[in-house]
């Protein structure tokens, strides 16, 4: 059966997620956060721009560790929720289906619009994104960019395949790796991700 990424994005569109009297939305067997793309992007770029063009390997390692670890654990929340073993799941026949499924929730979360363009199942999986709000928010505020500047799409794309294709949870974490080869705020027309499993 394939993934119908229409059916997801109105079953998820009609769940209510809303805060709770402690500030957390309890959503997907996780909690998020009601917090906007622009002050998240503000934290990363501003500790990026602190540390200079010297520290920048350094930099792209700590803040795609940090989005790799959230997106992973997140993720494992929404594939064992209510709302994913009524929704989701039947759609799902193989590991290959969990990946394409993944990425239908975050189109209908709002976290991106990206989809993936070509695919070696458990190998090899690339990804294009026409619309990014990382890429769209460093335009915004600092310009055109001269490296790759989506830290949480590259981590996220990661860490689906992490749960689509490593070991059972939480030891799948770090099976693959993703290079941003295409980024909008460079001025490329789409941003895109590689992601490759790291050899043994």
């Avoid at 770029?45 to 959230?70: D, K, M, Q």
């Avoid at 030891?171 to 490759?196: H, L, N, Q, S, W």
Wanted: proline share 4%; aromatic share 12%.
């Amino acid at each position: 059966m394939a993934i119908d990424e229409k059916k997801i994005i109105e079953g998820v569109s009609q769940l209510e997620v809303t805060g709770n009297e402690q500030g957390l939305i309890p959503a997907f067997g996780v909690y998020l956060t009601n917090g906007t793309a622009s002050f998240y992007n503000r934290i990363n770029y501003e500790f990026e721009r602190t540390l200079g063009p010297s520290f920048h390997r350094e930099t792209r390692l700590i803040l795609i560790n940090a989005a790799w670890v959230c997106g992973y654990n997140t993720f494992r929340g929404i594939q064992t929720s209510v709302e994913w073993e009524g929704l989701i799941k039947p759609m799902v026949e193989n590991e290959t289906d969990k990946l394409h499924a993944s990425v239908a929730v975050c189109n209908a979360l709002g976290w991106s619009k990206w989809r993936i363009t070509d695919i070696t199942p458990g190998q090899r999986a690339v990804f294009r994104a026409d619309e990014g709000y990382e890429a769209e928010l460093y335009k915004a505020q600092y310009g055109k960019a001269d490296h790759p500047v989506c830290y949480m799409l590259s981590a996220v794309a990661s860490a689906l395949n992490d749960l689509s294709y490593g070991t059972e949870y939480p030891t799948g974490i770090y099976t693959f790796d993703t290079v941003e080869t295409k980024c909008r705020a460079m001025g490329d027309p789409y941003c895109e991700f590689v992601t490759t499993r790291k050899k043994q």
